[in-house]
Antibody, heavy 124, light 107 residues
Framework: EVQLLESGGGLVQPGGSLRLSCAASGFTFSSYAMSWVRQAPGKGLEWVSSISGISGGRIHYADSVKGRFTISRDNSKNTLYLQMNSLRAEDTAIYYC????????????????WGQGTLVTVSS | DIQMTQSPSTLSASVGDRVTITCRASQSISSWLAWYQQKPGKAPKLLIYKASSLESGVPSRFSGSGSGTEFTLTISSLQPDDFATYYCQQYDSFSITFGQGTRLEIK
């Protein structure tokens, strides 16, 4: 059974940093691209970042987080990360990690599994 | 970035109704479109991918169609469990985008 478990969310002041983790199990983690998607309170879904499988050599970011957030993965630990720096109030959201639906692709597709999300609140 | 526009934003319907939600892309995305269902307090659930492929385990009353810039999600006979918010997502470009969502509520 595929499981994605996010952690690391919490309350942080504007300008602060936070690192989210997503522990994956139930599938060959290294063979799938992974992504972060966020949802501000009462709002819709917003894609944040994606990283390809295997080498993780292909990475993309939404313009809203480019230069502030860094996605990475440790295939030996089956874990996806999101380092978030220079946080702003508008980054307040539930952050979901999501598994790509296509095996062993260096491109990015639909998301067939999602974690339960971790809440990040940016406030003074 | 490719903009995705869903209509309507809110849809009121009754159990047993046939409903259709539309998603329009600001440029052609071929068939690189997915549909998700989200219930309050829960993560989104994949329903349809590549515009018309039904995800395993999803009831056959859900169907998707379209290509290029116009897509539809159809629920053939609404069930009580279907009242939720639905999102489309394009993955034609490396900058993935979602529609703003369609809230399906009980009439």
């Amino acid at each position: 059974e595929v499981q994605l478990l996010e952690s690391g969310g919490g309350l942080v002041q504007p300008g602060g940093s936070l690192r989210l983790s997503c522990a994956a199990s139930g599938f060959t983690f290294s063979s799938y691209a992974m992504s972060w998607v966020r949802q501000a309170p009462g709002k819709g879904l917003e894609w944040v970042s994606s990283i390809s499988g295997i080498s993780g050599g292909r990475i993309h970011y939404a313009d809203s987080v480019k230069g502030r957030f860094t996605i990475s993965r440790d295939n030996s630990k089956n874990t996806l990360y999101l380092q978030m720096n220079s946080l702003r109030a508008e980054d307040t959201a539930i952050y979901y990690c999501a598994k790509d639906g296509i095996y062993d692709s260096s491109n990015f597709y639909h998301f067939d599994y999602w974690g339960q999300g971790t809440l990040v609140t940016v406030s003074s | 970035d490719i903009q995705m526009t869903q209509s309507p934003s809110t849809l009121s319907a009754s159990v047993g109704d046939r409903v259709t939600i539309t998603c329009r892309a600001s440029q052609s995305i071929s068939s690189w479109l997915a549909w998700y269902q989200q219930k309050p307090g829960k993560a989104p659930k994949l329903l349809i991918y590549k515009a018309s492929s039904l995800e395993s385990g999803v009831p056959s009353r859900f169907s998707g169609s379209g290509s290029g810039t116009e897509f539809t999600l159809t629920i053939s006979s609404l069930q009580p469990d279907d009242f939720a918010t639905y999102y489309c997502q394009q993955y034609d470009s490396f900058s993935i985008t979602f529609g703003q969502g369609t809230r399906l509520e009980i009439k």
